[in-house]
């Protein structure tokens, strides 16, 4: 009885609330009198709208009676707007006629799509609606625009649009990025904690890739970021048309990929939209040795609960069977100083295929945003994640002379890691006096779980070039009895944070951020290698921004913070060494602009990251917390659209990290940390005349020497790769190729795992 009374109540609430709307609907045409489909129409100061369907007509549905201000839009057009009156149980009528004709907004379409590689607007990187002129901080935006311009089918690639940033494939079979001379693991996933450390992460589902420079733990923790930053994916979100696509790819190492990307209103007033992402891909390798199969589905729901409140789910859920990359070691004695220099042919393994891996990654997310009046909002957000590992086997040859090398392989299998994160975030403006504030506040629990186990063979076999077997699964697993497989225990550390940030406009020009982040960590893990402790840490963060040229041009500077929480660690003779949370500052100011309408945007940075509590281990393997290590450099980064169908990217990053107090590595280069990291892209798609929508594109990365480990022994040697592209597209269809390092180039990134030779990709999407 009792919830039937509830049911009837909750059903006479949301009675009495339809009977209080109204409907909204209207027209928009070109100036020729065409449907203007794609333009769209926001209520002002609300989070109602719709977006122009083909036939050039939108509705609202369910807007509480009033008087609003509605607002037809779309960039590089003139907005127009009107005041209308919202009666209860009625329809209201509000149509607009462009001063643009169909042909002219359809070349708005066009420029609008490229000019997308100049925007950097984001509320997931300061946490609040802040522009990129009012934000001390450097980012970079790698979006769907450029991913497809680049026939980019595989996520890391994209990875090298950034400036200073390369990708990084680990042993473990997941991915990474090099960012400020620190390696930058992929664990943000909508602005909350996520992975992809062994399982790693599809294209399919990314509409932006948000790389966020230094360390960020005052808004982000030591969870999801680095000392180099921040790499956050953001998922693709439900709209209000149908619209679908299908793409399918082909390509070299037999390459076969087909994706598809659906979207569909789910109810006639568009308050329940769907999306739905998925794809299945096969690739052999360039080597002997070597595949990625794999699929993905990730399924989205918004629901406009109301003109203020909206929800939105997503899932994700990725299976991967493929061979982890190897990690090639020289011993000392080799008389190998260069992975350039290694005996083995380039293209041939001494490893069987069947020494594979399986993973599935699970992520779900859930968002509720609530406009509580015109200058408060509330987001409240939950996610999990969970990477599990059927198995893995991970190699590890060792060359001892230019003729023989040692394998020795683990096993991993099956591990399991789950996240579940609460975040709930309050943004607001309000004044004092005359200084207006942009304002945070949020609280954020996450609770990491886990177990796992693994096992090594040790040296199972010694082979020399000229061997002509091959070290198998047979061969493997006969080594690993179990005894050999170690349960590495339960994993379970929760972690509690709340923080601040205040940006503060003493003038339309000047602006101050100041914030703060207080962390404890309840690490409760159990098993041969737990520790059991409770940490606090405490992270702020400072900068100032003065717009030289209102609008165009900023000058700003900023002090930055974050910190690795680390256990306590069992001295030789039997202690246990407390350590503190290791801290890394950054001081960094620069340049920003955005010039010629947005067109172009440019930031050029010096930044200074300072780690003076490292651990450091001395020859008799005790730990010191008395490591430094400083990290310098300068970023560039130029995106711009200077014409219509004309897309530049430019970037350039200068990085010299070095270990100074540390036994036997004085004044070494921290390993896998080139110098000079450069990339560019031009693409110009052409706007009349007979080749009309047809497009190039070219580009490349450059990436200097670098080393191997901290003794600065085995060199990585450096690399330039070049790529070019052709492609035609209309509204119905796209044809592309692309030619991906046209030199031939043998290279090797982090842990010296090689890159692809010379390949292709060709990619047909049909549109609907």
Sequence with gaps: MRKLLF?????????????????????????????????????????????????GRYTINKVPAGTYTIIASFSGLISQQTEITVTAGQTTTADFQLTESNEELQ??????????????????????????????????????????????????????????????????????ALSRGFSTDVNARNGLQSTAGRSSADIANVERIEFIKGPSGTLFGGGISSFGGVVNLVTKKPFETFKGQVDLSLGSFNLGRISTDINAPLTSDKTLLFRANGAIQKQDSYNERGFYNSAIFAPSLLYKATDRLNILIDAEIYSVNSVRPSYTRIDESAGIRSYADLPLDYKRSLLSNDLDAKSTGSKFFAEAKYQINDSWASTTALAFTNEYVERSYQDYPVWYSRDSVAIDVSKYGPVSNTYTNFQQNFNGSFKTGSLKHTFLAGINFTQAAGYGQSGGTGV????????????????????????????????????????????????????????????YMDARSKG????????????????????VIKDKVSL??????????????????????????????????????????KKINTTLSYYYIDINNAIRYTADFYAFQDGKQVSKGIEWDFTANPAAGLTLVLGYGYNDNRIINTEGLEGNKVSNAPTHIGNYWINYQFQTGGLKNFGIGA?????????????????????????????????????GAKLNNI????????????????NFVANFTFKF
């Design 460 to 519: 199972i076999r010694r082979l020399s070039v000229n061997s002509p077997g091959k070290v198998d699964r047979t061969l493997v697993d006969s080594a690993l009895v179990p005894g050999k497989l170690m349960d590495w225990g339960t994993l379970k550390n929760i972690t509690y944070a709340a923080y601040v940030s205040d940006v503060i406009n003493f003038s339309d020009r000047l602006y101050a951020m100041l914030s703060l982040r207080y962390d």
């Design 556 to 597: 700003f500077g900023s002090y930055m913070n974050g910190f690795q929480n680390y256990p306590p660690i069992s001295q030789p003779d039997g202690a246990q060494f407390t350590v503190k949370p290791i801290y890394a500052v950054q001081y960094e100011g620069g340049i920003k602009a955005e010039l010629l309408d």
């Design 743 to 758: 030199g031939n180039q043998k290279s090797w990134g982090f842990w010296g795992a090689p890159n692809p030779t010379r």
């Design 107 to 176: 070349e708005v379409v066009v420029r609008s799509s490229s000019h997308s590689v100049t925007n950097k607007a984001s509320d997931m990187i300061a946490r609040m609606p802040i522009r990129n002129l009012e934000n001390p901080q450097v980012y970079n935006i790698v979006g769907k625009e450029l991913i497809k311009q680049q026939n980019i089918i595989a996520l890391t690639d994209a990875f090298g649009n950034a400036p200073g940033v390369t990708p990084i494939l680990y042993p473990s079979g997941g991915i990474g």
């Design 7 to 55: 049911l009837l109540a909750v059903l006479s609430v949301a009675t009495l609330i339809n009977a209080q709307t109204g409907s909204i609907t209207g027209r928009v045409t070109t100036s020729d009198g065409k449907p203007a489909e794609l333009v769209n129409i926001t209520l002002e100061k609300t989070s109602r709208g719709a977006t122009v369907n083909a036939g």
């Design 699 to 735: 580009g490349g990365n450059y990436v200097s020497d670098a080393y191997f480990d901290d003794t600065n022994l085995f060199l990585l040697p450096a690399y330039h790769i070049v790529g070019a592209t052709a492609f035609y597209e209309n509204d119905k269809w796209r044809v």
């Design 528 to 547: 041969p290698w737990a520790s059991p402790y409770t940490q606090g840490s405490l992270s702020p963060k400072l900068g100032l921004v003065y717009q």
